[in-house]
């Protein structure tokens, strides 16, 4: 029949495409991965060929036995988990009221939120070191949060507000007909239903606070205090770098991420809303 | 009045194809509406507020001084000379024009490229986990390797672009030296930007489309809709609430581009690739010139938020339609 | 709140002084370090240094030498912090906003003066009482880093120079002799290139990579007292120093890598694989080369001279104090171990060059390849010691950048490089 034919060519075309541009976004990573199997990496070699001759685990086992290494991994999990949590149900509250409910004042403090956005976070450093200071949260692994939270609400808060706006409003007059108000209608209307975007939201904060370096670098000073891209960093050497450690140490690094990412990308199952309306 | 207020979100009832009549359900009581409200947003607003908002307006008071680091040396006032300064300097009005064709290039193929993989990866593709997650990887890969990874493949000599430029394309006769000029410098980090911001714009597509009712796809293809004008129709109405933020975002980010810039280039060769941010960064934390280096970053602050709120007033005008 | 803490902390050093005097008898410490009474001191001394992670340097640091210097000062805990070399700059600027600077820091030479200029280093050679013993021990060269308007901030840790790297066996099979001045240089050129390779390659046109060319035609960047540029960088010596450079570019006896630029062949890989024939470049290169390059012997010897000599740059580290440390004493006791000749040849061992000067023939049965550097180190100058030399580091590989391009005639950059430079110079005088 035509339609399995039409259906089989059309998937057909559809995987070529995918294959084709999964092939170019993921070459550079392969590239990597091949390094961090290769023991001598002070100079990249030739990037068209991916095998590694000699493939070796040294790379790996060097950088797991490096002191301190799994600390600064498990520093940098107990930070980033409690971030997220935070910025995730900050920021949902947040989009919440403004995407969903009208009070004075909603627009000054919008335009404040979008201002954030457009800040850069580099040049905040030294009043925010100093901020630290006065709160005598240098040199500790849990004043990190604060400024972790601080820092993503603007940008997590835009994101939800932008994906609440989607919610049909009639769920929500039906249910303060039941006589709900705004929080039960939050909790029970708004974040299940937006499941694929605090799903979003909960990947782009855990990876923004896994990966963060620059204010973890200034603001920690205990070795044993330190974060994961810090580890990573002091592989580079002053004039020279084993790139196999660094990579191999940076392919470890990448892990939690994708578990992260793959787990809560589950949520992006079509069909979320079907059904809804005719409740 | 409608809940538009918010720059550049459109208000849709997916499908409908009306305007809302009713903008929000009103509580029990204007008041304890309010009171909710604030209940919502001030623990976030208060910790924003300490932590961006406060230091960002330490930072704009810097601007008006000659700051000098050592706490209790005296940091006179020079007031706005510092902006002065960074509207006649050359190399800071360069840097405006290297970020926005940056932005410029990196946009629209970040939205189209991500949007076009988010729609391919909708459908109920088996192996479709496997690829969403290929294409994430460039997200979560570190800038450090990735710029690495992007110096070699731009190498002067035989890499992979020349190569492909030279080779198989033969849009050139001989290999490009391709970060000792402005342009091709730029064009190197604009498709790093590119590659490693599809991922993102793909994550968020992906979820406003999966957001989209299934119904009103079905009713559209019993309506007799193929899959493109399925697309068309519904889909792409759907997110255009995704598509702005999207849209916001990425152009923010583009003007906002450093780290690439710092790794890939450092603004060289002499300032040729210079975007604003990496220009604050090596007359604040090399020079020591901390009044400067806010003062660009306000400038560059204040030229995005307008550029945002044209394109806030614009798309508000086109939805009115 | 912090005055009386520094209260305590300025009574403690002065008992420990005293009580230093009256125990020296007893204690006696069998190292050549020399000091005496160390027991008294206390406390914890942070010390911010750019070792990278799974060296050798840091693991001499860790496990050999705080060990030591613990032993002998049982109450001192010596803190070492690791912070990877491109954020330390950083890092340091954002402490000194927020006064959270560490006890001692290992600065790069060319922070030292910056630093001293925002007046946060300890002025070493009026507080310490000893600086002079310690001074006489350096090289002078070493130890010019660390001057700063009269006054000594730091003490030299340890130290490197370029001298001209090549491969001995790839010149016997082009036939030609090893060049020991500039003009052999360009007369073996042509050889070099029918051989394969260029005759010089070079990755950049900062200070580092020109001064050993501008020193060596006897040219200079500013005057003694560093004031002025103008006369010396566009001096008729310095034009021809850069001038060898650029006309080797022209005629296609140099890698465009001296553009920058990143991404093109590096100086290591192109000597190895004989694409380049000779580069400058310091001790780093052996264990390097060692681990990359198994099979290839590189050979060592001083940078081609021209009229002034065969001059090349000094580099390395210093080692300072900074002014808001609670515990100098202890730091003080650490920074004369570090110099002490256990902890100066125990990194020679991992790369690092001693700055004591008469270490030279130990250091040779240490490590061969040490040697050259040594002599070279004899003559070697530091790079202008002032704050503004980060800025005109910059637009003196801006303007020499632009001489290779073409876009100008050397004198034309030298000469806008030397104006520029007055400007910021006079600024600190």
Redesign the interface.
């Known amino acids: 029949m035509t339609t399995t034919r039409n259906r089989i060519l ?2 057909g075309l ?2 070529l ?2 294959a084709m ?2 092939f ?3 070459y ?2 392969l ?2 991965v091949s390094t961090s199997f290769k023991t ?1 990496s ?3 070699g030739d ?2 060929s991916l095998w590694p001759s000699e493939p070796t685990l040294a790379n790996y086992a ?1 950088v797991l036995s ?2 301190n290494f799994v600390r600064y991994f498990l520093n940098s999990a107990a930070v980033a988990v409690v971030s997220t949590t935070l910025i995730v149900l ?2 949902a ?2 989009a ?9 004042g ?2 000054v ?2 335009s ?9 976070t ?10 630290a ?1 006065d709160l005598h949260l ?1 040199n500790s692994l849990p004043g990190l949060v ?2 972790y ?3 993503a ?3 997590n ?3 939800l ?3 609440f ?2 919610i ?3 769920l ?2 039906a249910m ?1 007909i039941d006589g709900a ?3 039960r ?2 909790w029970n209307l708004a974040m299940p ?2 499941k ?2 605090i ?2 939201c909960v ?2 904060a855990f ?1 923004g606070t896994w ?1 963060e370096f ?1 204010w973890a ?2 603001v920690l ?3 044993d205090n330190r974060t994961l ?15 196999g ?3 191999a140490a ?1 392919l470890i ?2 892990v939690p ?2 578990i992260i ?2 787990v809560f ?1 589950r ?11 005719k409740n | 009045m409608s809940i538009s207020q918010m720059p550049a979100v459109a208000p849709q009832t997916a499908g409908r194809g009306t305007r809302r009549s009713r903008p929000r359900v009103a509580a029990a009581g204007p008041r304890r509406a309010t009171r909710a409200a604030y209940a919502f947003v001030l623990p976030g607003f208060a910790l924003y507020a300490l932590i961006m908002l406060y230091p960002a307006v330490q930072t704009l008071l810097l601007s008006f001084r000659d700051w000098q680091i050592v706490p209790g040396t005296p940091s006179p006032w020079v007031g706005l000379d510092n902006y002065i300064r960074a509207f006649h300097d050359p190399v800071f009005l360069d840097s405006l024009v290297n970020s926005a064709a940056y932005t410029a290039f990196t946009v629209p193929l970040q939205i189209i490229i991500g949007l076009g993989l988010a729609v391919l990866l909708d459908a109920k593709l088996p192996g479709r986990v496997a690829f969403r997650v290929l294409f994430y990887l460039p997200v979560v890969t570190s800038w450090v390797v990735v710029s690495l990874l992007f110096q070699y493949i731009f190498q002067s000599g035989d890499g992979v672009a020349n190569h492909v430029v030279v080779d198989i394309l033969g849009l050139s006769d001989s290999n490009i030296n391709w970060f000792q000029n402005r342009w091709t410098g730029m064009f190197a980090i604009g498709v790093l930007g590119v590659w490693k911001g599809v991922g993102w714009a793909m994550l968020i597509f992906l979820a406003a489309l999966t957001a989209v009712p299934n119904e009103l796809k079905e009713a559209a293809s019993l309506d007799g809709a193929n899959a493109g004008q399925r697309f068309r129709y519904v889909s792409l109405p759907a997110i255009r609430g995704a598509l702005s933020v999207v849209f916001i975002l990425l152009f923010i980010g583009g003007f906002n581009v450093f780290i690439s810039v710092l790794l890939m280039t450092g603004g060289g060769p002499g300032n040729a690739t210079q975007v604003p941010l990496t220009y604050m960064y090596q007359q604040a934390f090399k020079f020591l010139d901390f009044g400067y280096g806010s003062a660009i970053s306000f400038a560059l602050t204040a030229l995005v938020l307008a550029a945002s709120a044209l394109q806030y007033w614009w798309t508000r005008r086109r939805m009115a339609d | 709140m912090k005055h009386w803490k520094t209260g305590i902390a300025a009574v403690a050093a002065i008992a420990s002084l005293s009580v230093a005097g009256c125990s020296s008898s007893s204690e006696q410490s069998p190292s050549a370090s020399g000091t005496a009474g160390g027991d008294t001191l206390t406390g914890t001394v942070t010390y911010w240094h750019a070792y990278s992670a799974d060296s050798p340097e840091v693991s001499t640091l860790e496990d050999t030498i705080i060990p030591a210097f613990e032993k002998l000062h049982p109450g001192v805990t010596v803190e070492d912090v690791p912070v990877p070399y491109d954020e330390l700059h950083q890092k340091l600027v954002t402490a000194v906003a927020g006064e959270q600077l560490p006890d001692l820091v290992r600065a790069d030479i060319g922070w030292v003066p910056e630093l001293a200029n925002l007046g946060v280093l300890e002025p070493v050679s009026d507080t310490m009482p000893d600086f002079q013993d310690l001074a006489d021990k350096v090289f002078p060269g070493t130890l010019a880093t660390n001057l700063w308007k009269g006054t000594y901030y730091g003490l030299p840790l340890d130290t490197n120079t370029r001298v001209m790297l090549y491969d001995a066996s790839f010149f016997e099979k082009a036939g030609v002799a090893v060049p020991t001045t500039v003009d052999q240089l360009k007369a073996a050129a042509p050889a070099l290139k029918s051989a394969g390779a260029y005759a010089f390659a070079d990755n950049g046109a900062s200070g580092w990579n020109v001064l050993p060319w501008i020193w060596s035609a006897g040219g200079d960047i500013t005057d003694a007292d560093v004031t002025k540029s103008t006369g010396y960088l566009n001096s008729a010596a310095s034009v021809k120093g850069v001038q060898t450079l650029v006309d080797l570019f022209n005629s296609g006896y140099m890698p465009d890598i001296i553009l920058g630029g990143e991404g093109g062949l590096a100086t290591s890989d192109g000597l190895a694989t004989n694409k380049y024939a000779t580069i400058l470049d310091g001790p780093w290169m052996y264990p390097i080369f060692a681990g990359q390059y198994p099979d290839f012997t590189v050979s060592a010897s001083q940078v081609p001279a021209g009229d002034g000599g065969s001059i090349s740059v000094v580099g390395g580290e210093d080692i300072v104090l900074t002014k808001q440390s609670q515990n100098k004493e202890a730091a003080m006791e650490f920074m004369r171990y570090l110099l002490s000749e256990d902890a100066q040849l125990a990194m020679a061992k991992v790369g690092q060059m001693p700055v004591l000067s008469d270490l030279g023939d130990q250091l040779s049965a240490i490590n061969a390849y040490y040697a050259p550097f040594v002599e070279q180190l004899q003559t070697a100058k530091p790079r202008p010691v002032t704050p503004a030399w980060t800025q005109i580091d910059t637009i003196l590989q801006d303007e020499i950048r632009a001489a290779f391009r073409g876009e100008k005639t050397v004198q034309e950059a030298l000469d806008s490089a030397a104006s520029q430079a007055d400007v910021l110079l006079a600024e600190y005088n």
Not at chain 1, 96 to 104: E, K
Not at chain 1, 112 to 120: K, R, S
Not at chain 1, 123 to 130: D, G, K, N, T, V
């Open positions: 059309t998937h559809r995987y495409l995918l541009a999964a170019v976004m993921v550079p990573f590239y990597m001598r002070l100079s990249l990037p068209t060097d490096t002191e900050l920021a509250m947040m919440y009221a403004f995407a969903r409910l009208d009070w004075p909603k627009r403090f919008f404040l939120i979008i201002v954030g956005l457009t800040i850069p580099m040049m905040l450093i030294i009043p925010q070191f100093l901020l200071r240098l604060p400024f939270v601080g820092t609400l603007a940008f808060t835009f994101l507000a932008g994906f706006e989607q049909p409003y009639e929500d007059e303060a108000g705004p929080w209608r939050f239903l937006s694929p975007a799903g979003t990947i782009f990876l990966d620059a670098l200034t000073n205990d070795v891209p810090i580890a990573i960093a002091l592989f580079q050497g002053q004039h020279s770098t084993s790139w450690l660094v990579f940076s690094a990448i991420v994708l990412y793959i990308q949520n992006f199952v079509a069909g979320l809303t079907t059904g809804a309306l």
